[in-house]
């Protein structure tokens, strides 16, 4: 069990690349790019959070280990040890591509980077009850350890996404035709 879920995580970008390399041949030369784009993104963004949540980890287990009453012995078996470190560290990679998901939909045209930041209050409630879901701790140590990451790159992401409705507006000025510029003024006029 445990040499499978370090093979998954050690072997990420093979398999990420094998899914792109598969779909690839279906789409166009733009739909590669931003698809190796993501997958480029994705990569990093899961390891990073792979590896922020086995830095995290020591803290987890020293709460988990410290909650043992006075005169009892917490000794896990070592199967549940292992699960329970290779979904922790698992967990932190995935919620880590968060931004990868919202960049995605901004693309998609599901949300705008305005209607990102106009969110943020719900979106960073929402960050910390996943977080506090999610974290197999009780303690808020761990908590924060995954929400706070998680908003800077909730503000990331809707930044990127500000910046690419900026530059679609500027490209699609740029591709209209001229009498679309008239202004109402303009054209009550004509």
Same mark, same amino acid.
């Given at each position: 069990?445990? *040499? ?12 990420? /690349? ?5 779909? &690839?041949?279906?789409? @166009? ?16 963004? #899961?390891? &990073?959070?792979?590896? #922020? ?9 020293? #709460?988990?280990? =410290? !909650? @043992?009453? +006075? =005169?009892? &012995? ?10 329970? %470190?290779?979904?922790?560290?698992? !967990?932190?990679?995935? @919620?880590?591509?968060?931004?990868? #998901? ?7 045209? %599901? ?6 930041? *106009?969110?943020?209050? $719900? &979106?960073?409630?929402?960050?910390? !009850? ?8 009780? +303690?808020? /140590? ?6 706070? $990451? ?14 690419? +409705?900026?530059?679609? *507006? ?11 510029? %008239?202004?109402? +003024? ?5």
């Amino acid at each position: 069990s445990l *040499a499978i879920w370090i093979g998954v995580i050690i072997s990420s970008p093979v398999w990420l /690349y094998e899914a792109w390399a598969f779909l &690839a041949p279906g789409l @166009t030369t733009k739909e590669k790019r931003i698809s190796l784009l993501f997958v480029a993104a994705s990569v990093p963004l #899961f390891l &990073a959070g792979c590896w #922020f949540g086995y830095m995290t980890l020591p803290k987890a287990i020293q #709460f988990l280990l =410290g !909650i @043992t009453p +006075d =005169g009892a &012995a917490n000794l896990p078996e070592a199967d549940m040890y292992f699960k329970f %470190v290779t979904r922790f560290i698992l !967990i932190f990679g995935l @919620t880590w591509l968060l931004p990868v #998901f919202l960049v995605g939909a901004n693309l998609l045209h %599901v949300v705008s980077g305005r209607t990102l930041l *106009a969110g943020w209050r $719900p &979106a960073v409630v929402m960050i910390f !009850i996943a977080a506090a879901i999610i974290t197999p701790t009780p +303690d808020p /140590y761990t908590m924060f350890l995954m929400a706070v $990451p998680l908003i800077v790159l909730f503000f990331g992401s809707a930044g990127l996404a500000l910046a690419l +409705d900026a530059w679609r *507006a500027r490209k699609e000025k740029h591709e209209r035709p001229a009498w679309m510029d %008239v202004s109402d +003024d303009q054209a009550s006029a004509l």
